[in-house]
Every structure is written in structure tokens, then in C-alpha cells.
């Protein structure tokens, strides 16, 4: 960790109290939800994309906002956030292996004021992650949550994987990110299939967010009529993309917005900030 990111990352601990990990700041927070899933339902649903901006958002309207990738096989919020990809080893993986880890070295702060990452580094090996349980993914998000004010989950559409069922089991509130994609509903539907059979109750993400709508007549009311709702939807973008590739966000980096894009955004975050 730089000498930036170091001091950044202690204005926050500076505030924690003496008791333990919450701080005063925190204690008066109004917020219900504070650990926020995201689960991609279909190709062309380009979770990184949104949370990534979502985060800039809510950290400009004064929240500590930590976001954490756990796609583990193939993360990539880090170039979203322009971020310096972690070592083999470092970052995720070292919270994971032991309750002792100080979290002031696995999360880096970014650019952007008040806004972190925990993310896994690009060139762990994929079996390093097969004996980890759900309750190791438990307890990294706990204590992210009493660090933080808003956490922001990046979780990969992979049943099997505890980070997947470790992660929906520990969110307060959780989206479906879909594309117009026909296969993107019965996606959801064995997804929250798998979940219920293990026990783990699926009532918190029934919400839909739809991403890069080309308007190409798909019929939506397939999602109501599964028991989704539809929280948000984006219109197709191509500067959300163009700006990622240079490591920018959208909603703060780009001279030429995309209105409706806009309007879905803020409504979005204004919706996470309410409940």
C-alpha cells in the first residue's frame, strides 16, 4: 500500500472508537441496508460498470463506501476504479485466510474520497479458492459492514461457489443486473432455486436492474410476471465503456452524459440511501 493510500484509508479508522469497529459517524447512520448484492443474470449485464459509479455516487453525497469483488476467478473492479491490481496473494485472499488480518491491508482506498476496494488480486490461481466456506465470506462482509457505511458486493452468478451463497446469505438488500437476454429469467429463477434448497432465504433479491436496453421490443413483462421488480433501467451506453477503458468513471469523468442515464442512476442511489 502507497503512503496516499495509507493515510486515506486512516480517516477512517482514526474515527473508530475505543469498543470496537463502529464509529461515531457510523453509529448515526440512518441507513436499514448496508450490504448491497449485485448478481449479473445474463451476458451484456456489466456489473463492474455499475458499481463502480453507483459507488462514486453514493461517496459523493458523504458515505464511506467500500466495494468488494468477489468474483474471484476473473476480477476486474480494480481497472474500473483505476486501482493497482494486488499482488498474488494479497488483497481479498489474505482476509479470507484469517480472522486476525488488520483489514487496513487488504483494502485500498481509490482515487475518489471515500470510496475502497477489496478486491482479489488477477494473478491468484484458481484452486486457491475451492476450500474456503461460506462462513469465511460471512465474516469478511460483517466486518466490512461495521467499517463502512454502504458495501457494494460484486457477486459472480456461480451457485456452487461459497462466494456466491456466502454472499446473497450475508446482503441486507440484493439486485439481478440482466441484459435483454431471453435466458436471463430462468437464469434468476435456478439461481434462487439452488439457494432456497440450502436454506437461505432469496426474499431480498427480487429486485431486476436492466442494463444496456437497446429498445429491441423484448417483452419485459416477463420479469413481473416471475415475481421480479424492475428497479432501474439503463439505456445503452457507449461512453460508460469508452471511460472504463481509461480507468474513468462515467458519472465523474465524462464531458457528455447520456440524460437518461442519468436520471436511472441517481434514482437508483437515492433508492439505496432511503431504505
Given at each position: 500500500m502507497d503512503r496516499d493510500s495509507g493515510r486515506r484509508l486512516r480517516r477512517i479508522w482514526n474515527k473508530v472508537s475505543a469498543q470496537g469497529l463502529i464509529g461515531a459517524e457510523l453509529q448515526e447512520s440512518k441507513l436499514l441496508y448496508s450490504v448491497i448484492g449485485f448478481i449479473p443474470a445474463s451476458d451484456l449485464a456489466d456489473n463492474a460498470m455499475l458499481i463502480s459509479n453507483i459507488a462514486c455516487l453514493l461517496a459523493e453525497r458523504g458515505f464511506n463506501v467500500c466495494v468488494v469483488d468477489l468474483k474471484v476467478f476473473y476480477p476486474n473492479l480494480y481497472h474500473f476504479l483505476d486501482v493497482e491490481?494486488?499482488?498474488r496473494g494479497d488483497g481479498l485472499i489474505r482476509?479470507?485466510?484469517?480472522?486476525?488480518?488488520d483489514m487496513r491491508d487488504v483494502v485500498q482506498a481509490t482515487k475518489y474520497d471515500r470510496l475502497y476496494l477489496l478486491s482479489p488480486s488477477p494473478q491468484?490461481?484458481?484452486?486457491e479458492y475451492f476450500d474456503f466456506e461460506i462462513e469465511q465470506v460471512e465474516r469478511v462482509l460483517g466486518e466490512l459492514k461495521d467499517m463502512f457505511d454502504l458495501v457494494l458486493v460484486d457477486i459472480p452468478n456461480n451457485p456452487p461457489l461459497e462466494f456466491c451463497v456466502g454472499a446473497m446469505k450475508q446482503c441486507h438488500a440484493g439486485f439481478f443486473t440482466a441484459a435483454e437476454r431471453i435466458e436471463a429469467v430462468g437464469n434468476m429463477l435456478?439461481?434462487?432455486e439452488f439457494v432456497r434448497s440450502i436454506g437461505i432465504s432469496t426474499a431480498k433479491f427480487t429486485n431486476v436492474i436492466l442494463m444496456n436496453v437497446l429498445e429491441m421490443n423484448f417483452d419485459f413483462k416477463v420479469f413481473r410476471e416471475s415475481g421480479f421488480q424492475i428497479a432501474a433501467v439503463f439505456p445503452f451506453a457507449k461512453g460508460t465503456y469508452a471511460r472504463a477503458l481509461e480507468g474513468k468513471l462515467y458519472v465523474k469523468d465524462n464531458p457528455v452524459v447520456n440524460k437518461y442515464f442519468m436520471k436511472e442512476i441517481n434514482r437508483l442511489v437515492q433508492l439505496l440511501i432511503e431504505n
Open positions: 491490481p494486488r499482488r482476509a479470507l485466510k484469517s480472522d486476525k488480518i491468484d490461481l484458481l484452486e435456478k439461481l434462487l
